[in-house]
């Protein structure tokens, strides 16, 4: 047998069939791009009959993510307790309802949430200014077990110095309404409130429900309320649901948030059912 020969078929052989997989897969992608955007350009013309409007683009941009992972996340208050202390510090804490405090700053708890105040002194200082104002919040966050690792910041002035406002992302994906602002003055931090979540693990990806699915879900709602408008935002993300308890530990859920002409928002789960 010519070997040679044989190896040089055997090589085209598997050439042509790597490429004919190939040009399945580009295919196979282009047809079911085609179509996810006639169904979507179908429900846009639904919604429209409604009197619920979006724009072509803001649909368009959010038809073919198809994948997320699930969070599990632990709260960066472990319990009211030892926060306080790592706050406050561990002598002379006064613990009233839901309340840690000392005479010269307080903590807070409701829900997931938290407040720390101070009644003169700064909590922390530092000598402040508008360019440090990220560094040194932040570095304060983080001595008190806050993983800040993943998000979009804001620095603002206000009468007495600065404003802070740390919003939690995983993935580049928002937890939405989980963020924490620093209150600063020239000479440190006079309050600090808020909540956040520290990252246990990570799922490999999931599938969620495609947004002309989420829509239709999105217009029963409005119809059932009675209310008509035009969708000014959509975004994917996270969301916790239950911020009224306090959780040492969630499984964060994959969520569309639809924001409409009055800037309110719905939360519709993008769990894709089993």
């Given at each position: 047998m010519n070997w040679h020969k044989a190896k040089t078929i055997l090589i085209i052989y598997f050439i042509i069939t790597n490429f004919a997989l190939l040009v399945y897969l580009i295919y196979g992608n282009y047809i079911t791009q085609g179509t996810k955007t006639r169904v979507a350009e179908q429900v846009m013309e639904l919604l429209n009959e409604k009197n619920i409007y979006i724009d072509k683009e803001l649909l368009y941009k959010n038809n073919f993510i198809n994948e997320m992972r699930y969070v599990y996340v632990s709260n960066a208050i472990k319990n009211h307790e030892s926060f306080a202390a790592e706050v406050l510090g561990e002598e002379n804490i006064i613990a009233e309802e839901n309340c840690f405090k000392t005479d010269r700053a307080y903590v807070c708890f409701e829900g997931d949430s938290f407040e720390i105040g101070t009644y003169n002194l700064p909590?922390?200082?530092?000598?402040?200014?508008?360019?440090?104002?990220?560094?040194?919040?932040?570095?304060?966050?983080?001595?008190?077990?806050?993983?800040?690792?993943?998000?979009?910041?804001?620095?603002?002035?206000?009468?007495?110095?600065?404003?802070?406002?740390?919003?939690?992302?995983?993935?580049?994906?928002?937890?939405?309404?989980?963020?924490?602002?620093?209150?600063?003055?020239?000479?440190?931090?006079?309050?600090?409130?808020?909540?956040?979540?520290?990252?246990?693990?990570?799922?490999?990806?999931?599938?969620?429900?495609?947004?002309?699915?989420?829509?239709?879900?999105?217009?029963?709602?409005?119809?059932?309320?009675?209310?008509?408008?035009?969708?000014?935002?959509?975004?994917?993300?996270?969301?916790?649901?239950?911020?009224?308890?306090?959780?040492?530990?969630?499984?964060?859920?994959?969520v569309w948030k639809i924001t409409d002409g009055n800037n309110e928002n719905e939360y519709i789960d993008a769990r894709e059912s089993n």
């Open positions: 909590i922390a200082e530092y000598q402040v200014n508008k360019n440090n104002a990220q560094k040194y919040a932040k570095e304060y966050l983080e001595s008190i077990g806050l993983e800040i690792k993943e998000y979009e910041v804001t620095v603002s002035n206000t009468e007495n110095g600065y404003n802070v406002v740390f919003s939690e992302y995983i993935d580049d994906y928002e937890i939405f309404g989980t963020k924490v602002n620093v209150e600063m003055q020239n000479d440190g931090i006079y309050s600090v409130f808020g909540s956040w979540y520290n990252v246990k693990s990570k799922s490999d990806k999931s599938n969620i429900k495609d947004i002309s699915g989420i829509l239709i879900e999105y217009m029963n709602i409005k119809m059932n309320k009675g209310l008509s408008d035009s969708i000014t935002d959509i975004q994917l993300g996270y969301y916790t649901f239950e911020s009224n308890d306090f959780h040492e530990s969630l499984l964060l859920t994959p």
